[in-house]
């Protein structure tokens, strides 16, 4: 089995769908980060079979963690400091998100008006829907095409 | 200041206050021809719509207060590509109130964000058009005397047709109401219309052909279908007829059923029907007025009495 070390300080998201590690690694613009950054997939879990792990070695606080939540709540988020888990942070679908998803409407306001920000509902809490405040388009694809950082 | 941008933004106790207020309006005309004086709307179209337009126009004109506009996007600033944002804070220095029809989804409410004038939105896209909801609601209450328990028809392109989908919400308010949805296969009430009325248990049917479901309902709601709807012309050919309303189709309906259009009709209410005394259409588009005159009254907060 691969051992990946303990980080110090920074955080990690445990219980992410077996193979999304990458694309939230992207979302969350990672990539663009200086920090240490371990990526594993598909560890064995008890709950979900199959799961991917992302620790990321900086300041949480540095993080969108609205972005996490509408992509996947379900996911764990562990703040580490000195080497321990310290805090557990839930993570709850935000009521309204800017800036996060554009709207694929071509017949929204949107796809014209300058500088108008994309602002996402949230519609209903259980499925995770998300409708955009100007035309009430359905968001269908939240880490797909309808992501802004794409 | 308010705004209104979806049918849904005024309660059902104030939506009755402003339907008591067209019904004043309708019964004592001059005591409403100056409570605008002064007073001047902006009709802002992007795109042409002649009855909308014109009902918003009479609306102000009855109530002694002057019109400014444009009637084409060509005509304003935003062929210069001018904002929406930008074209607001221009209008709210010249007028009192604005009516905003635009080819954009969501355009009116923009507006509204930056407008220091309430914003009517007079239609946007697709989406939404609730002076056309008001209309709709202000005819059946005033003809039938209630919002509340009957049986409303909606006939034709239940698919693409945003006044029906607003007229559902609208109505879903109310006590006792059920719906029955007319229309072809290619064209049936969107997914999640069907779904908000299981969630609520509002009862409702859904039938292809019309003359099945004439004898049971109070309200018939006609749309028009219309042949670029249609995958095949052989569709189109067969099933058109299941959706124009003639007499053979009218003798069928209640004594006191009413047919109501948001209108332009072509064909799908034969010529013939329009003597009917059931045939409401027509009187819809004066309710329509009534209704734009109490709403500009009501946002721009004129009470009339303390005039």
Do not use: W
């Not at chain 1, 888990?85 to 709207?103: G, W």
């Not at chain 2, 909606?154 to 007229?167: A, E, I, M, P, Y």
């Amino acid at each position: 089995m691969l051992n990946i070390g303990q980080i110090e300080e920074g955080f990690v998201l445990d219980h992410i769908k077996a193979g999304k590690s990458l694309s939230i690694y992207h979302h969350l613009q990672l990539d663009k980060k200086d920090c240490t950054v371990a990526i594993i997939k598909n560890a064995k879990s008890d709950k979900m079979g199959k799961k991917d792990i992302l620790k990321v070695e900086c300041d949480i606080e540095e993080m969108d963690m609205d972005v996490l939540a509408v992509i996947d709540h379900n996911i764990t988020v562990n703040v580490i400091k000195g080497g321990e888990i310290v805090a557990k942070q839930e993570l709850t679908l935000p009521k309204e998100v800017k800036n996060i998803f554009r709207c694929k409407n071509p017949r929204c306001i949107t796809s014209i008006e300058q500088e108008l920000p994309h602002i996402f509902i949230l519609g209903d809490e259980a499925k995770g829907n998300y409708r955009c405040k100007y035309c009430e388009e359905k968001c269908t694809d939240v880490i797909g095409d309808n992501f802004l950082f794409r | 200041m308010r705004h209104l941008m979806s049918p849904l933004d005024f309660t059902v106790e104030e939506l009755d206050k402003l339907f008591n207020l067209a019904n004043d309006i309708e019964t004592n005309p001059k005591k409403y021809a100056h409570s605008c004086d002064g007073k001047k709307l902006a009709t802002c179209f992007y795109e042409p719509s002649t009855r909308t337009r014109l009902s918003f126009e009479a609306a102000m004109i009855n109530l002694g207060g002057h019109v400014i506009g444009f009637s084409d996007a060509s005509c304003s600033s935003a062929s210069k590509g001018e904002s929406v944002s930008d074209t607001i804070r221009m209008i709210s220095c010249y007028a009192d109130i604005c009516a905003m029809r635009h080819p954009k989804e969501g355009a009116p409410m923009v507006a509204a964000s930056k407008s220091r004038i309430p914003v009517v939105n007079a239609g946007d896209g697709g989406h939404q058009h609730p002076t056309q909801t008001l209309t709709d609601l202000l005819t059946i209450r005033s003809l039938k005397g209630r919002l509340n328990n009957f049986t409303i028809g909606l006939c034709g392109d239940l698919k693409f047709g945003r006044t029906v989908h607003s007229l559902i919400h609208a109505l879903e308010r109310y006590d006792n109401i059920s719906f029955v949805f007319i229309s072809p296969e290619e064209l049936k009430i969107p997914d999640y219309i069907i779904e908000m009325l299981k969630e609520k248990n509002i009862p409702y049917k859904e039938v292809i052909r019309l003359e099945e479901v004439m004898p049971e309902l109070d309200i018939l709601y006609m749309t028009r279908v219309q042949r670029e709807r249609f995958f095949n012309e052989e569709d189109y050919v067969r099933l058109k007829d299941f959706y124009i309303l003639n007499k053979e189709k009218m003798a069928l309906g209640k004594e006191d059923m009413l047919v109501l259009h948001p209108l332009p009709r072509v064909n799908e209410i034969s010529v013939e029907v329009d003597d009917d005394p059931r045939a409401a259409y027509f009187r819809q588009v004066q309710y329509g007025v009534y209704a734009r005159m109490a709403l500009i009254l009501t946002l721009l907060e004129i009470d009339i009495d303390s005039l």
